[in-house]
């Protein structure tokens, strides 16, 4: 870690920085004020989709009674926190505001079904009156209308919140939330309804019971990713979307992943469908063997995959503010993998106890949203004035944070060296009263708490960055930097 002195010539010798006084409060991120428009209309969103649950709640207890609809409630709940939690893994290199997190999971559970239940039963009414069979509903439209309703949320994320989305990694987040949502109340039908109500009607409790325990095994522990499989298609075309500057590919990617999504999951009730149609148990086998699960698999590659991707950028990107005197090789370095970031958590907590431990990973978080930033910005993704506007004050603001959480570390550590960082290499002063210049170690697994030298003024663009703010240097990004 380093502190940034507030200016002058390079001292001659380091000195020893302050302490913070013992048990100082960690710094925070600062927040944003909820004006009154955002008020209302975070305040109609939960209002509609509070709607939403209590239709569905009111047509699935009308539809299975009580007791089934309570059987079916706790059964469908049981997988939803290991199957978030799964999602949440791929989201920790830079977690998601939470109530993003709760939109998406409640937008799946209760509008996306709320809108799929209603225009399925319409379409199995019309297609009975057209003397068609009530399965090719599974077939010809559930899948367009359910991938199209558990999309909706995080599209409109993605519309209004784009600054929320990273990549492709937090479109599957949304995506993968919306779609657990949905399985969950989809299976309260089957679980309850087609399991638990169906069995006690025919045959008594017992049955009811052991219906359930089937279908939780088959539905859940078998084909539980089914849903979230089908909407990560989506989900990888929004993530395209976000990092495009490209308009074509803005609009493209996500029709192009929402029609996947849609084959997928209509190829996936064409299964059943043709299996009960011809007696062959092997076209189920062979589709699920050969189709999904070699699909599902490809998913999760490319889902670890793009997990490391976050850290990786991190050492493209943040080396520029190294050159302009903001941060030292070894935070990027500390930054690059989960492990050395545990690391760096690790000695935080040693050095600073819970309230260091809470700094470093603030400190983390506003370093990879630098990256995510800067990234944004070399790709042309801020396209009209008032975007990059916003962009260099989101940067200056995150600079700031990361000043502020690493000046919570400096001088806390008894076991670091007294050093100064000139922009090259360190300037160390050993317990044997020497100093000599240390070139920068090529693997740092911790942060080394030294003193940033100040400086020289860069050389900006004309008019990066609001006219009269003279604090230290934000990294400038001029034309053709690669």
Not at 119 to 144: I, K, M, Q, R
Not at 365 to 388: E, I, M, S
Not at 409 to 438: E, K, N, T
Not at 454 to 479: D, E, I, K, N, T
Request: a positive charge.
């Amino acid at each position: 870690m380093a502190d940034t002195p507030p200016g002058g010539p390079l001292p001659p010798s380091p000195t020893a920085p302050a302490v913070p006084p013992p048990g100082g409060a960690a710094p925070r991120m600062p927040l944003r004020r909820l004006g009154w428009r955002r008020f209302l209309v975070l305040a109609g969103v939960v209002l509609f989709i509070a709607a939403c649950a209590v239709f569905m709640v009111f047509r699935l207890g009308s539809s299975l009674g009580v007791e089934a609809l309570l059987i079916g409630v706790v059964a469908a709940i049981l997988p939803v926190p290991v199957l978030v939690a799964c999602f949440l893994w791929l989201d920790r290199y830079e977690p998601e505001p939470l109530k993003y997190l709760i939109f998406c999971f409640a937008w799946g559970a209760f509008v996306s079904t709320a809108a799929s239940l209603t225009v399925n039963e319409t379409a199995s009414w019309l297609f009975e009156d057209w003397g068609l069979p009530a399965a090719l509903v599974g077939v010809l439209v559930a899948p367009f209308i359910e991938e199209l309703t558990k999309a909706l949320g995080p599209i409109l994320l993605l519309i209004f919140r784009r600054r929320e989305f990273s990549g492709i990694t937090d479109a599957l987040v949304y995506c993968g939330l919306s779609a657990i949502g949905f399985a969950m109340v989809e299976n309260i039908l089957y679980l309850g309804g087609y399991g638990y109500a169906t069995g006690v009607e025919r045959y008594g409790p017992a049955t009811g019971t052991q219906q359930v325990i089937a279908i939780f095994i088959v539905r859940i522990l078998l084909f539980g990713f089914a849903h979230p499989l089908f909407t990560s298609m989506t989900g990888v075309g929004l993530g395209i979307a976000a990092r495009s500057a490209d308009r074509r590919v803005r609009v493209l990617a996500p029709i192009a992943g929402l029609l996947l999504a849609m084959m997928l999951h209509g190829t996936w009730n064409l299964l059943p469908t043709l299996t009960q149609a011809t007696g062959e148990a092997l076209i189920m086998l062979y589709g699920f063997i050969g189709v999904m699960v070699p699909i599902f698999f490809g998913m999760v590659g490319l889902a670890v995959w793009l997990r490391a991707w976050e850290g990786r950028l991190t050492e493209r990107t943040l080396p520029d503010y190294v050159r302009a005197g903001w941060l030292t090789p070894p935070e990027v370095a500390a930054l690059s993998s989960l492990g050395r970031r545990h690391a760096a958590r690790s000695w935080a907590r040693r050095v600073g106890g819970d309230a260091g431990l809470k700094a470093m990973r603030g400190y983390q978080f506003a370093a990879t949203r630098l990256a995510l930033l800067r990234d944004g910005a070399l790709r042309g993704l801020d396209r009209r004035p008032v975007d990059r506007e916003r962009t260099a004050r989101e940067e200056r603001e995150l600079l700031e944070a990361i000043s502020a959480y690493r000046s919570f570390f400096v001088g806390r550590d008894p076991q670091a060296p007294v050093g100064v960082w000139d922009g090259q290499r360190y300037h160390l002063r050993f317990p044997d009263g020497s100093q000599r210049p240390v070139e920068a170690p090529d693997e740092p697994v911790v942060p080394i708490p030294v003193v940033l030298a100040p400086p020289p003024p860069p050389a900006f663009p004309a008019g990066y960055g609001p006219p009269g703010w003279y604090g230290p240097p934000v990294a400038p990004w001029p034309p053709g930097r690669p």
